[in-house]
């Protein structure tokens, strides 16, 4: 069932803030909301396993939720050149994001305003005109009614009145995102500190090369949670071990959004033995060789020069790479290179960067609260004056092998299990830790845009 009094109206926000900084205090001990979270909660915190398998709360998500929140739609080099668009759905709501002949960015509710028939599909280019293929009206590209075949017929359809109905649309580097209801107010203070605090890394130098689509039986929370903490690694992942600091990853709230830095290229302080550079490396090239050009996980370690690390080593074949494809990451620490930072944006994208790549992963709804999908929007640096192409997009069919990694394929093949679990009537809440802060993050601000106004969290 929904929160009992989801449907009494907004949240008092000083209120809510209040139990934010209440929350922030829990988890760090003494520090406000927004501080790196050093320490422990005193007790376990529990949430509603309902809200991840209820109908009355995914219809909620959908009333209240999706229709009035920035949520990312596409890359910008999906809609880089007049004429490019791109539909963007969530649930059942469907956008259409384009590039007019001005080059400014518009976008739309995906609908004919003659008997609401969708417009678009999927990824086009080239387009002069947005023409609905049904009854063929048509718009030109910053959404004013064009064309009526045998207008006469219809009386009088003033232009101004029947004019696409245009959704709010922003970009932050490479991403565009949408409001649908326009209300939200701009990106920038959406996005709190985030942008400031990724700004070193130079996300305009990234370019989108493929998106692909997994349909997957899980809520659209199932699956962004486990992009929301580390803690399964250990469990899910153990191929990583050996090559990342599950542990000591500091973590951040800010308002709506999280961070995560991990650092690579060593092993877990999980392992009683530590493994040796040999097991180190291997585990590197299984998990992302690529960014240092080895597939080969035979390949033989490096050595190791004495007044080095092998994070150093490989950081060092990193820029080798860049530099062989005209990429400096000479600006960068090997620190810098070889640490994760992961940004979850509310509600439903993490940020996975590294100065070479960024990986979104984005999940949204599907037609019931057991299914969702995953979408992997994979970007690369490129070289200042490299010709761009348009991304790849790509729908998996439900049930295939989704090809995505050796970590991502292990995401993805657990949801189902995940969900299944969530139905038994035994398990009424969900226990965090606090290395979950993220995903209770996520709640807070979920109970927020629901309008829930007696938070079903308990333990905070
Ligand atoms: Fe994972």
């Given at each position: 069932m ?5 449907s009494s109206?907004?949240v008092?926000p000083?209120?809510?803030a209040?139990?934010?900084?209440k929350?922030?205090?829990?988890l760090?001990?003494e520090?406000?909301l927004?501080?790196?979270i050093?320490?422990?909660a005193?007790?376990p915190v529990?949430?509603p396993?309902s ?9 909620l998500?959908?009333?209240?939720l999706?229709?009035?929140v ?5 890359s910008?080099?999906?809609v880089?050149k007049p004429?490019d668009?791109?539909?963007y759905r969530c649930g ?5 994001i384009?590039?007019?002949d001005?080059?400014?960015?518009r ?10 028939s969708?417009?678009?599909?999927g990824a086009t ?9 049904f009854?063929?009206w048509?718009w030109d590209?910053s ?6 075949p045998s207008?006469r ?5 003033p232009a101004?009145?029947y004019?696409l109905?245009?959704v ?7 991403m565009v ?10 990106l920038a203070p959406f996005?709190?500190g ?5 700004a070193?890394?130079?996300l305009?130098?990234y370019?989108?090369?493929?998106l ?7 809520n659209w929370k199932?699956?962004s949670d486990?992009f929301s903490?580390?803690y399964h690694?250990?469990g899910l992942?153990?191929?990583l071990?050996p090559?990342?600091d599950d542990v000591?990853?500091p973590?951040?709230l800010?308002?709506h ?7 690579y290229?060593?092993p877990?302080p999980?392992?009683?033995e530590?493994?040796g550079i040999?097991a ?8 992302m060789?690529?960014?240092?050009g080895v597939?080969d996980v ?5 050595s190791?020069p004495p007044d080095?690390?092998l994070r150093?080593?490989?950081?060092g074949?990193l820029?080798?790479v860049g530099?062989s494809e ?8 090997n620190d810098q290179l070889m ?7 509310f ?5 996975v ?6 990986t ?6 599907g037609?019931?609260p057991?299914?969702?999908y995953?979408?992997?929007i994979?970007y ?10 348009r991304?790849?997009?790509v ?6 092998d989704p090809g995505?990694?050796l ?5 993805a093949?657990?949801i189902?299990r995940?969900q299944?679990?969530?139905h ?6 969900m ?8 995903i209770?993050?996520m709640h807070r601000n979920l109970e ?7 938070t079903?969290i308990?333990g905070?």
């Amino acid at each position: 069932m929904p929160d009992p009094d989801a449907s009494s109206g907004v949240v008092n926000p000083s209120r809510w803030a209040s139990r934010m900084v209440k929350l922030a205090r829990e988890l760090t001990d003494e520090a406000p909301l927004g501080a790196t979270i050093t320490s422990g909660a005193r007790q376990p915190v529990t949430i509603p396993a309902s809200r991840y398998v209820d109908p009355a709360f995914a219809d909620l998500e959908l009333q209240r939720l999706w229709p009035r929140v920035w949520q990312l739609a596409c890359s910008t080099d999906h809609v880089a050149k007049p004429g490019d668009a791109y539909e963007y759905r969530c649930g059942p709501y469907s956008i259409v994001i384009v590039r007019d002949d001005g080059g400014v960015l518009r976008a739309f509710q995906n609908v004919c305003r003659h008997r609401g028939s969708a417009i678009c599909e999927g990824a086009t280019s080239g387009l002069t005109e947005l023409r609905c293929p049904f009854h063929r009206w048509s718009w030109d590209l910053s959404g004013r009614l064009r064309e009526v075949p045998s207008r006469r017929g219809f009386g009088s359809l003033p232009a101004e009145q029947y004019g696409l109905f245009s959704v709010a649309v922003e970009t932050w580097g490479p991403m565009v995102f949408v409001d649908p209801s326009s209300a939200a107010g701009p990106l920038a203070p959406f996005l709190e500190g985030v942008p400031e605090d990724i700004a070193w890394v130079g996300l305009d130098e990234y370019h989108c090369d493929y998106l692909v689509t997994v349909p997957l039986p899980g809520n659209w929370k199932v699956i962004s949670d486990g992009f929301s903490e580390t803690y399964h690694v250990q469990g899910l992942h153990r191929e990583l071990l050996p090559s990342v600091d599950d542990v000591n990853g500091p973590q951040r709230l800010w308002h709506h959004h999280g961070k995560l830095e991990q650092r690579y290229g060593l092993p877990s302080p999980r392992f009683r033995e530590p493994p040796g550079i040999d097991a180190v490396w291997s585990s590197f090239v299984e998990i992302m060789g690529a960014r240092i050009g080895v597939s080969d996980v035979s390949t033989p370690a490096p050595s190791v020069p004495p007044d080095q690390t092998l994070r150093d080593v490989l950081a060092g074949m990193l820029r080798d790479v860049g530099r062989s494809e005209g990429v400096s990451y000479d600006r960068f620490t090997n620190d810098q290179l070889m640490t994760m930072q992961q940004y979850n944006l509310f509600p439903n994208v993490s940020l996975v960067i590294f100065p070479d790549l960024m990986t979104v992963l984005r999940s949204r709804p599907g037609t019931t609260p057991d299914d969702g999908y995953l979408d992997v929007i994979n970007y690369r640096r490129t070289s200042p004056g490299t010709p761009v192409a348009r991304p790849t997009d790509v729908l998996l069919p439900a049930g295939s092998d989704p090809g995505l990694g050796l970590i991502l394929n292990q995401d993805a093949g657990n949801i189902a299990r995940a969900q299944r679990g969530l139905h038994q009537p035994g398990f009424t809440r969900m226990t965090l830790s606090r290395e979950e802060c993220r995903i209770l993050n996520m709640h807070r601000n979920l109970e927020h845009w629901l309008g829930i106004t007696t938070t079903e969290i308990t333990g905070v």
